[in-house]
């Protein structure tokens, strides 16, 4: 089954400006995102990711790569800088994830807690454990079984602009920007495009004379070699190719680019 990436929203004509502060953490969050271009390993992913959180002054984070089933959600990938950690907010994640009702996928959906505004119990604790006074969670909610999305978590320190309720929802539209690109990354690494078929030269020349029409004695003549070698060379071509005929390795060929 297909999985979509989930395009980012528009922003909102009335949403806040950032502070001069503010709009520095942008600046260097977007440039982290960079190298996800070229990114060739998931360790080179988690290293982005990494890079992102600490933009915006994040003393932990954790991304999750999630495909919705018709059951249950999967995680395919999770980033995360200290191993474990994020499991004690699992259950806040969960209530982040359920669909909601039909029609209403694809918007992002945040929640905030502090250690001040949270009963005593496990998060709290964990909280107070990892040095943290906020948790921000955000989900880019899926549509259909099959959509893939990502959820980020991130840890703030006490004061830290980026965790404060009045810019919430921009930093949700960054994360989530960069969870789709974060996203592709990773669908192209899962499944990487087939290698290209690499023709020698001369593999190339009698292909070439081939698709003119050219019978094998014939070109044996033009390019100075014994027809034997030329049926060699076109051998070669058509196990490269995956045919058994001239016809084909010649279409074959063309539609790869190879002629």
């Known amino acids: 089954m297909a999985r979509t990436p989930i395009a980012s929203p528009p922003l909102s004509p009335d949403a806040p400006v950032p502070s001069g502060n503010e709009q520095q953490m942008v600046v260097g969050a977007l440039r982290a995102l960079r190298p996800l271009m070229d990114a060739s390993s998931f360790q080179e992913v988690g290293q982005v990711v990494r890079d992102f959180s600490r933009a ?15 059951a249950q959600n999967t995680v ?21 994830l359920r669909p909601q009702a039909p029609g209403v996928g694809g918007a992002i959906r945040t929640a905030l807690h502090t250690v001040d505004d949270l009963p005593k119990g496990r998060v709290q604790e964990e909280l107070r454990r990892l040095d943290a006074h906020s948790l921000l969670l955000l989900v880019a909610e899926m549509r259909e079984p099959g959509d893939t999305a990502a959820c980020f978590a991130l840890l703030f320190e006490r004061g830290r602009g980026a965790a404060r309720l009045s810019w919430q929802r921009g930093l949700a539209r960054l994360c989530h ?23 020698s030269a001369r593999e190339a020349e009698c292909l070439r004379w081939a698709s003119v029409g050219k019978t094998s004695w014939e070109t044996a003549h033009i390019i100075g070699v014994s027809e034997r070698t030329v049926n060699f060379h076109l051998g070669n071509a058509f196990a490269k190719l995956n045919v058994n005929n001239k016809q084909a390795a010649v279409a074959q060929a063309i539609l790869q680019g190879l002629l």
């Open 76 to 96: 395919h990938s999770l980033f995360e800088d200290e191993q474990g950690w994020c499991r004690a907010f699992r259950d806040s994640c969960r209530q982040l």
């Open 56 to 70: 915006f002054g994040a003393i932990h984070h954790a991304l999750g790569i999630v495909e919705r089933g018709p």
């Open 177 to 199: 920007h960069a969870a789709s690109l974060v996203l592709d990354a990773c669908l192209r690494l899962e499944d990487p495009p087939q290698a290209r078929t690499r023709l």
